[in-house]
Structures are given as C-alpha cells and as structure tokens.
C-alpha cells in the first residue's frame, strides 16, 4: 500500500513538472537604447551613452519593425528565431534614397524590460552591441 502511495505521489509531481509552461519573454513592444558598446582593436568592448545617437525600435506582433533615431532610420518585415536568437531585418526602400537591404542582427539577452542586440558584419564579427529598455 505504500508503495502504491509513493509510485501515485511520484506520478502526480511529474505530471505537474512535465506540464508546466515556460514563459517565453515577447520581443513585441517599443525599446529604447541605453548604452552602445563598440569593440576596439583588441575586441574589448567600451560603453557609449546614446546622448548624440539614440535609437528606438519598434517590433509589431504583424512582423513589421520601425527603427528611428531623429529621424526615420528604416521600417520593414523582421523574422524573429528564438531558438538561434537570430532577428533578420528586412529594410524597405524609403524616400530618402536609402536601397532595401537585410541585415542579421543576435539577441544576446531578452528579458521583461531590457534586450541586449548584437550587430555583425558578414563576417560574424561584432560591430556594436546595443542595449535597451523597453518604453512600453
């Protein structure tokens, strides 16, 4: 009888385990960055506040992304892989010249209220790494 106890016990703790959900934190919503960090020579990273440069970047749940900075930057289609932490931006053309172009950018750290995004040339190396703060 005990052990028919402890063996539903253990079924009934698993079943619960097994069935919890993970939250996943949504990359939707309005951030705004904090700091830049640029890699050196060395490929030291120094931090640089955003007071002359400041981006936001807006990510819709219909796949649409606008970045601006003083001014519209870019808009377009974004696909999102949590599971390489790849983001590819999909720019359209605009009316200021600029051509549409993909850029594949790497979430470094997603949480509630920040999101930390690296910026790689085509070679895989890092060019900036830019951290934000969710707005809303």
């Known amino acids: ?45 120094t931090p640089s506040s955003p007071v002359n440069y400041s981006e936001t970047i807006s990510f819709e749940a219909s796949g649409r992304f606008t970045l601006t900075t003083d001014v519209p930057a870019g808009t377009g289609m974004y696909q999102w892989s949590p599971a390489s932490n790849d983001v590819v931006l999909q720019f359209e053309a605009d009316n200021y010249g600029n ?8 979430i470094e750290q997603l ?15 890092l060019q900036v790494k830019t ?6």
């Not at 079924?11 to 960055?33: D, H, M, N, R, Y």
């Open 1 to 45: 009888m005990k052990n028919l106890r402890a063996t539903i016990l253990l079924a009934v703790i698993t079943l619960f385990t097994a069935c919890s959900k993970q939250k996943q934190t949504s990359l939707v919503g309005q951030w705004e960055s904090v700091v830049y960090y640029f890699p050196d020579a060395s490929g030291n990273l």
């Open 99 to 106: 051509p549409s172009r993909t850029e594949k950018r790497q």
């Open 111 to 125: 949480e509630a209220s920040s999101l930390t995004i690296m910026q790689l040339d085509a070679s895989g190396n």
């Open 131 to 136: 951290v934000y703060h969710r707005k809303n």
